[in-house]
């Protein structure tokens, strides 16, 4: 079975960085799809960045376009989220997952990390 493991989060301040890493158990996943989602308390889980399988093609949400960025290394079997200027509002449980394509739907990825916690303080 496919495991997924998120490590990185944490407390930071306001304009700081983090980088979160998603390692996978398996060779398998790496030609899948993998993207980061987050979830806040009382919101729904909602995409923040995507990466295809060979690292040709990255997505982000507006929110955190030129601050963060997706890159994956396949031999390595891990993913990872390069987090800068951090806001408040970034807060949330950070989520890798894995899925035959690329998409912003949670729905579509069938492989999920158990989360790590990113708190930004003001």
């Known amino acids: 079975q496919v495991q997924l493991v998120e490590s990185g989060g944490g407390l930071v301040q306001a304009g700081g960085s983090l980088r979160l890493s998603c390692a996978a158990s398996v060779r398998t996943v790496s030609n899948y799809a993998k993207a980061w989602f987050r979830q806040a308390p009382g919101k729904e889980r909602e995409f923040v960045a995507g990466i295809t399988w060979n690292g040709g093609n990255t997505y982000y949400t507006d929110s955190v376009k030129g601050r963060f960025t997706v890159s994956r290394d396949n031999a390595e079997n891990t993913m990872y989220l390069q987090m800068n200027s951090l806001k408040p509002e970034d807060t949330a449980v950070y989520y890798c997952?894995?899925?035959?394509?690329?998409?912003?739907?949670?729905?579509?990825?069938?492989?999920w990390g158990q989360g790590t916690q990113v708190t930004v303080s003001s």
């Open positions: 997952a894995a899925g035959p394509t690329m998409s912003w739907s949670p729905r579509s990825y069938g492989v």
